[in-house]
């Protein structure tokens, strides 16, 4: 399966799309846009690439790295956030075509320090956890995180929670539950979390400036500082500090990257590097696992029907886009001060990833626009740039 899918890619690379996949995007306007966009108070720094029928064709900064400070380049490191969650699943799907673990394995055959009410630790699975189907409350003692506690106590006590569902039955979404990913992995690779991840994937792909932990962030060369601002409040995002919170939880929301990481990082998730990411490990990755009701109900009031049928498979969401329904994968992240996005169609070898140094909203926008172009779809103010904001 592997030479077919290398066979494929390279007779892609020499054929033109069939009309059915014919796709145009209008480079000068997408820069233009995204250039007004920055112009916002609401932006700090931004960062944009797509991928087009599987080359980095635009690959953009905007703005800067903090108030007064140097322009953001291809490769200014950000947070990747809650994007980090897709790297742990990919992770785990590498470990899984070794045949170092099973997805039907339990939690209880490793050792973590994840304990759910009634013992389910021994009836979740490791798919259960990659697609947060837990049963336990949405964003399970994330405050407690945020005030210091150390992650695996906050794993321990779990336990002691009312279950919402029987395991496997429901989504809710977690972040300090997630990151028992990163237990099991340091317990199959007997390494560090963030060395095993750098020798599977960041090494493999030619991810030069993606790790995990803050002190990768701090260290870069170019990065960006966060910035945010309380709603309703005028001026400007303020520079925050960068905190450790959501770096105890590495598989949750440990990595950063530049904008030029995450588009290699996005191009192995279109099955364009097979010897790092096979077909069988993105089989187990983009198969829905669960629907969302939660997301779509979002996305239908943000984006007005644009993407429907909202499901979660291991550390990605899977929508079907537009009149035709199209499947397209990705994934939003936040943290304090940063933002990201990813979303791409994998049939075409076509997307978008941004990375921002804001809380605004309004960067999601460009996902959709360039979308939009790829589908030739009637183009719509998604970044809000003519438009009064609208609800969602």
Known sequence: MRFLRTLAI???ATLPLPAAFAQSIDYKRLDERIGRLAANEEIVGLAVAVIDKGEISFANGYGVTERGGSPVTQE??????SLSKGVAATEVAI????????LTDTVSKFKTS????GGAENRAT?????SHRLGIVPNAYDTRLEDGWDAARIRRSLANLKPLCPVGDCHTYQNVAYDTVSEIVEDVTHAPYADAVRHSVFEPLGMVTASIGRVGLQTSPSWARPHTKRSRVPGPPQEKIVNDDYYNVPAAGGVNGSIMDLA?????????APDVLS??????????????SGEQRRMS?????????ARYGLGWRIYKYGENGDRVIGHRGAVEGYRSYILFDPERDTGVVILWNSSSRLPNGIGFEVMDMVYNLQPQDWMEIDTPATGG
């Open 126 to 130: 490791l798919e259960d956890v990659l």
């Open 279 to 292: 077909e069988a490990a993105l089989d187990m990755l983009q198969t829905p696992r669960v629907y969302t």
């Open 76 to 81: 200014t490191v950000f947070r990747w956030a």
């Open 10 to 12: 390279c007779l892609a």
């Open 95 to 102: 470990l899984a075509d070794r045949h170092q673990l099973n």
């Open 301 to 309: 009031s943000r984006y007005r029907g644009t993407v429907r049928d």
């Open 114 to 117: 994840l304990r759910l009410p």
């Open 264 to 272: 290699r990082y996005a191009r192995a998730q279109m099955g364009l």
